[in-house]
């Protein structure tokens, strides 16, 4: 009998699973935390495949090794959501002018019945879309579905996320067609929105999925990418991006920071001479990083009230800084 190995993304999820319980102070503890039913007996042996020296393991001993890993994959799936919704609560999401113009199509779409129902928001890195998902999420009662890497490989992979993400099972469907079928089922009677984040994954098979959705049900369907990955996309899968270009509604591109969203993160006295710190803020966070610079001079200047131009300043050149040093990016220098 053949030793059954995880693949390359089966052992990543293990490895993190193996992470997150490690931050415990014990298995027994990280157990109890787990979604359903799990026993520590269980547990500790299909975590032992993670052991190379390991003579067996426990998905040696079952009938249906996948199923198995199915389970364990939606276990860390929802962790990994718990985990976001306590941090949801850590800070607030201000209704920024490019959000609100995304909820506006959003509601928009909700009332077609034609399939021209995608919201495109494209925004540089830095460009909060993360945080907009999470805003629409709240809004809309809005399902974020996570891209990744496999998306570009593999359409069953990008059924089977969308259908986690809905929280419809399909770890015993390995048929595309039926589980296209689920999800269409699962979505035909309902006005829900769709926030696929991290949209630089997209390739032909994810874009008809889409297609497919916006065809059969009334979803409504945010695409949330970086300018880059749009036109990356656009430029290798021309026809099925022109199927998606059809059925948007709208696009909402950040080009630059307004001072009127900046002012929201930032209190009432923070400033000397508000106008002027803003301008030069919103300045350099046009050229980069963006809501994430905006956020970042926020918790700098945290302990400061009536901050005058040069400790605005210095405190501009610390952040800049910083995540310079955290991406490897160039920044281009606020001029006046």
Same mark, same amino acid.
């Given at each position: 009998?053949?030793?059954?190995?995880?693949?390359?993304?089966?052992?990543?999820?293990?490895?993190?699973?193996?992470?997150?319980?490690?931050?415990?102070?014990?298995?027994?503890?990280?157990?109890?935390?787990?979604?359903?039913?799990?026993?520590?007996?269980?547990?500790?042996?299909?975590?032992?495949?993670?052991?190379?020296?390991?003579?067996?393991?426990?998905?040696?001993?079952?009938?249906?090794?996948? *199923? @198995?890993?199915?389970?364990?994959?939606?276990?860390?799936?929802?962790?990994? %959501?718990?985990?976001? /919704?306590?941090? =949801?609560? &850590?800070?607030?999401?201000?209704?920024?002018?490019?959000?609100?113009?995304?909820?506006?199509?959003?509601?928009?779409?909700?009332?077609?019945?034609?399939?021209?129902?995608?919201?495109?928001?494209?925004?540089?890195?830095?460009?909060?879309?993360?945080?907009?998902?999470?805003?629409?999420?709240?809004?809309?009662?809005?399902?974020?579905?996570?891209?990744?890497?496999?998306?570009?490989?593999?359409?069953?992979?990008?059924?089977?996320?969308?259908?986690? *993400? @809905?929280?419809?099972?399909?770890?015993?469907?390995?048929?595309?067609?039926? %589980?296209?079928?689920? /999800?269409?089922? =699962?979505? &035909?009677?309902?006005?829900?929105?769709?926030?696929?984040?991290?949209?630089?994954?997209?390739?032909?098979?994810?874009?008809?999925?889409?297609?497919?959705?916006?065809?059969?049900?009334?979803?409504?369907?945010?695409?949330?990418?970086?300018?880059?990955?749009?036109?990356?996309?656009?430029?290798?899968?021309?026809?099925?991006?022109?199927?998606?270009?059809?059925?948007?509604?709208?696009?909402?591109?950040?080009?630059?920071?307004?001072?009127?969203?900046? *002012?929201?993160?930032?209190?009432?006295?923070?400033?000397?001479?508000?106008?002027?710190?803003?301008?030069?803020?919103?300045?350099?966070?046009?050229?980069?990083?963006?809501?994430?610079?905006?956020?970042?001079?926020?918790?700098?200047?945290?302990?400061?009230?009536?901050?005058?131009?040069?400790?605005?300043?210095?405190?501009?050149?610390?952040?800049?800084?910083?995540?310079?040093?955290?991406?490897?990016?160039?920044?281009?220098?606020?001029?006046?």
């Amino acid at each position: 009998m053949n030793k059954w190995k995880p693949n390359e993304e089966q052992f990543a999820v293990l490895e993190e699973l193996a992470a997150l319980q490690k931050k415990e102070k014990s298995i027994s503890d990280f157990v109890r935390k787990l979604p359903g039913s799990w026993s520590l007996s269980r547990w500790t042996r299909i975590m032992g495949a993670l052991d190379p020296e390991a003579k067996e393991s426990y998905f040696d001993a079952v009938s249906d090794p996948q *199923a @198995v890993m199915a389970e364990v994959e939606d276990a860390l799936r929802e962790l990994q %959501l718990d985990t976001a /919704l306590r941090q =949801r609560g &850590a800070h607030e999401i201000y209704p920024l002018k490019q959000f609100r113009a995304v909820a506006q199509a959003v509601r928009e779409c909700r009332s077609k019945q034609s399939p021209e129902r995608v919201v495109k928001y494209l925004s540089p890195t830095g460009g909060a879309k993360t945080y907009l998902a999470e805003y629409l999420a709240d809004l809309f009662h809005a399902t974020v579905v996570e891209t990744r890497e496999a998306w570009k490989r593999s359409y069953y992979t990008v059924l089977v996320d969308i259908c986690r *993400a @809905v929280r419809l099972r399909a770890a015993r469907d390995n048929h595309p067609t039926r %589980l296209e079928d689920k /999800l269409i089922a =699962r979505l &035909a009677a309902q006005s829900q929105v769709l926030v696929f984040d991290e949209a630089e994954f997209f390739g032909p098979s994810a874009l008809n999925g889409i297609k497919l959705l916006l065809n059969k049900t009334r979803v409504t369907i945010v695409i949330c990418a970086i300018p880059e990955a749009h036109e990356k996309w656009n430029r290798s899968c021309p026809m099925e991006a022109e199927q998606i270009a059809r059925r948007t509604h709208a696009v909402v591109e950040l080009t630059v920071v307004d001072p009127v969203d900046a *002012a929201l993160f930032f209190p009432a006295d923070q400033f000397e001479d508000r106008s002027e710190a803003l301008a030069r803020i919103c300045l350099e966070a046009s050229a980069f990083g963006h809501y994430s610079f905006v956020n970042r001079m926020a918790v700098e200047l945290q302990g400061s009230r009536k901050a005058d131009v040069a400790e605005v300043t210095k405190a501009m050149q610390k952040v800049r800084r910083q995540m310079q040093r955290e991406t490897a990016a160039p920044s281009l220098p606020a001029k006046r």
